[in-house]
């Protein structure tokens, strides 16, 4: 039990105003605003970092480490006609790959990062924070108040604020945005399934190593990395030697296309032909969103050391080799990577090649595991298994589900394709739709989260808009020559996404409208109107106020309910992670006598809801400190209006301490963070007595107050005890009469077969079967 010594040490460290209010179901702010704690930052080791630079290669940048396999291929498909068009295809990827991964995504776009975690639904996340933007109404003023949770305040005037206000002036525009998200990371995901099937290996030898490679993936990030960085390592290692030599060999007035006066020269000359050979030319840089979303499994550091150490020179080398040796040799564009090898290593290279070429598919099988796993915490996805794979890294993840439908997508389209360019046209389609996606959301997050002069927005806008949008108008005319792949592809998970989210919107919004009132509570008694049998009942709901639907259904149908009663809500936020000590809210809903809590669990998209015994134990802590602290604190506000009624500026700092600067019929006590789990804040209790003149009384009432305390303590064991009942909606959620046709299709047949085929809630929450209680419901949307 929390002593009043440890309670009054404490308040002499910190400044915490603890209101004490009398409403029956207040909002839960004043108690998250006690939770803040101070998150401090793990220091990574130089060798540490090293190594993570190290494992990052083989994770991060197979997908776009392998484009010097099949970039100059498709950006002359018909063969190459004059030389000089080889120098301005080279200046082109020499820029592209300057101006999009280095400087755009390694060194502006990876900034954005929502404290580690990367992807469009990252940034998304973000802009949630500093705009009501969600569309979800599920938002809370005790959200805000989490160590985790950061936000800037605006001006009135200023053009953050005004487009603050625009967004959130319409709900269409939230959908567009979420729209927006949505269709990036899908692209993401369409893109990566086809890195296997665009290298020339055997399609027999890809597909088993690709198996090989999917079959592995529960070992978890760490140790697949460990497999991979050594060969994507010695891969860079091998294309920058191979394009030194072939520089020295071949024609070193290549590098003159280091000048951005050859791209000028190059469109001049090209024309239309130019314009479109882009499409092949965009493949230097595919993989390059895959780096950003797989940011949850390595620091932003580790990545940007990987990149401008060994990637970048390594591909500007590789390019540059193969430009040179094809001004020698012209006719060899169909093969020039593996006509450039030095014979004396040409069959190591290979090797090494076609084991790069398919674990490459490693970066796209992280970032989605990253991208799925963010967006099951904003409703986006149906719910699937999620495991940690480390100890040491939380946000290393592995989906069995996702993990094998990528591998029969993979395997599909790699034994499907027959034609590398359609593969390389198909390719440059998704990645110019995601690269787009993510300069819009950026130029949100340049104004609302970092708050940039409209100038720097422009001067990051103009240029990106410029070469992605450019890059996107040639790729358009190449959706019909293989394009449609990854649009097809995007297209189902979209489907899959938005619908679900669409389901769970139109599902919370139900329950928001029938909500139980407080007044049938508190009309039905302490007994409920119902006889109260030994044991606890967690009602799980999506609501953090008021009484669920479910509560009222089940006590409409059953003539019993526990003893005591908590309505656990699990709720996701936009953020992150949530501290342990900041994980639970708890507060007592009507008199003491009902025995009824609320217990919110808040996680954040990096987070994962643990076992079931681990969970109960730290809410039954939650509570039971809840109770004890609840008792002190009428205790303390019933011997200050005692005090205050002799006019007396005594008191008891071992009892009950007070600031003898604040008057108001406010009690200042400190954060209780550094003692336990943070559960509690502010205090709901019932009336006490308004006038106590004597001391004696005080002293009287103080000992009745402890006496009910541990009566109250020991009720809730003998409850615990007796045993636990997991309370679950097994909901059915169909269209209402008179919807029109697509709704009814979406909610009646699309929305209900995500539900069947995904898990169910008792398998995410770890409800044992043997305590788990369905109640059936059919909500009318």
């Known amino acids: 039990m929390v002593s009043r010594e440890e309670i009054s040490d404490v308040t002499d460290k910190k400044n915490s105003v603890w209101f004490l209010d009398q409403k029956i179901d207040n909002p839960m702010d004043l108690e998250a605003a006690k939770l803040r704690t101070t998150e401090r930052e793990k220091k990574i080791s130089t060798l540490l970092l090293l190594r993570l630079a190290f494992q990052s290669l083989g994770v991060v940048f197979g997908d776009l480490g392998t484009s010097p396999l099949y970039v100059f291929y498709n950006t002359f498909p018909r063969g190459v006609s004059d030389p000089e068009d080889v120098i301005g295809a080279l200046s082109v990827i020499i820029y592209s790959l300057t101006l999009i991964p280095l400087i755009k995504y390694i060194f502006i776009v990876s900034r954005a990062n929502d404290c580690g ?4 639904f990252a940034l998304y996340s973000l802009l949630c924070r500093h705009a009501n933007i969600k569309t979800i109404p599920n938002q809370d003023r005790t959200d805000e108040e989490l160590t985790t949770y950061s936000r800037s305040v605006f001006d009135e005037h200023s053009f953050a604020a005004k487009t603050k206000r ?12 979420l729209i927006l998200v949505i269709v990036g990371s899908c692209m993401v995901i369409g893109d990566g399934i086809l890195t296997p099937a665009i290298s020339e290996v055997v399609v027999l030898v890809s597909v088993i190593i690709l198996v090989g490679l999917f079959s592995i993936q529960h070992h978890g990030t760490d140790r697949i990395s460990w497999l991979c960085a050594p060969i994507v390592f010695l891969w860079f290692l091998l294309i920058g030697g191979i394009g030194i030599i072939n520089i020295c060999k071949y024609d070193t007035h290549v590098l003159k296309a280091f000048s951005p006066i050859y791209i000028f020269r190059y469109f001049k000359k090209g024309g239309i032909d130019g314009w479109t050979s882009l499409g092949g030319i965009m493949l230097s840089i595919t993989g390059t969103e895959a780096v950003f979303a797989d940011l949850s499994h390595f620091p932003v550091s580790a990545i940007q050391i990987a990149f401008t150490v060994v990637v970048f020179p390594s591909l500007l080398l590789a390019y540059s080799g193969q430009a040179a040796y094809l001004i020698k040799n012209p006719d060899h564009v169909l093969d020039v990577f593996y006509r450039s090898i030095p014979e004396s290593i040409y069959w190591p290279v290979f090797l090494i090649a076609t084991a790069a070429a398919i674990v490459a598919s490693q970066a796209t099988i992280s970032a989605t595991f990253s991208l799925i796993k963010q967006a099951l915490a904003l409703s986006c996805f149906p719910r699937v298994k999620v495991v940690h794979t480390s100890r040491k890294f939380l ?10 439908v990528l591998m029969i997508l993979c395997v599909a389209v790699t034994a499907g394709f027959k034609n590398q360019t359609q593969i390389g046209n198909a390719s440059g389609t998704a990645v110019a739709v995601v690269m787009l996606v993510t300069t819009f959301l950026m130029i949100l997050i340049m104004i609302l989260v970092w708050r940039c002069h409209w100038t720097l927005v422009v001067i990051f806008t103009v240029p990106s808009l410029i070469v992605e949008g450019t890059y996107f108008s040639a790729v358009l005319f190449k959706v019909n020559q293989g394009g449609w792949v990854p649009l097809a592809i995007a297209a189902a998970f979209f489907v899959i996404m938005y619908v679900w989210h669409y389901g769970s919107v139109k599902r919370y919004e139900f329950e928001m409208h029938s909500k139980v009132s407080m007044a049938y509570i508190l009309g039905l008694g ?5 006889v109260r049998v030994p044991g606890i009942g967690l009602v799980y709901t999506e609501l953090a106020r008021g009484v669920p639907p479910i509560f009222s259904h089940f006590i409409t149908n059953l003539p019993a309910i526990h003893s005591v009663v908590i309505f656990v809500c699990v709720k996701y936020l936009p953020v992150y992670t949530v501290p342990e000590e900041e994980r639970f809210l708890v507060r007592r809903i009507g008199p003491k006598n009902f025995h009824m809590f609320r217990c ?3 996680y954040g998209y990096k987070d994962l809801h643990k076992k079931d015994d681990d969970f109960e134990e730290k809410l039954f802590e939650s509570l039971h400190l809840f109770v004890r602290l609840e008792y002190l604190m009428e205790e303390c506000s019933e011997s200050e209006i005692s005090l205050s009624g002799q006019q007396t500026q005594q008191s008891n700092s071992n009892e009950c301490p007070t600031n003898d600067d604040d008057n108001k019929n406010s ?3 400190s954060s209780i963070v550094d003692l336990t789990i943070s559960s509690v804040g502010s205090i709901v209790p019932v009336e006490s007595p308004v006038h106590i003149s004597a001391r004696g009384s005080a002293t009287s009432s103080r000992g009745n107050h402890c006496q009910n305390e541990l009566n109250e303590v020991e009720f809730l064991k003998s409850c615990r005890a007796a045993g636990i009942v997991h309370i679950l909606g097994n909901t059915v959620v ?3 009469r008179g919807s029109n046709f697509l709704k009814v299709i979406i909610i009646d047949y699309v929305y209900q077969l995500l539900r069947k085929m995904c898990r169910e809630n008792s398998v995410i929450f770890n409800v044992p079967h043997e305590s788990l209680l369905n109640v059936g419901q ?4």
């Open 395 to 404: 946000q290393q993840i592995y989906i069995p589900e996702i993990n094998w």
């Open 600 to 602: 919110v669990a808040r």
């Open 778 to 781: 059919v909500f009318y949307v």
């Open 166 to 177: 625009w967004l959130e002036g319409r709900r269409c525009r939230k959908n567009i945005l």
């Open 526 to 530: 302490p007994s409920l109107g119902l």
């Open 734 to 736: 169909k269209a209402r």
């Open 667 to 669: 009690l200042t006590l």
């Open 117 to 120: 975690q990367g992807g469009t």
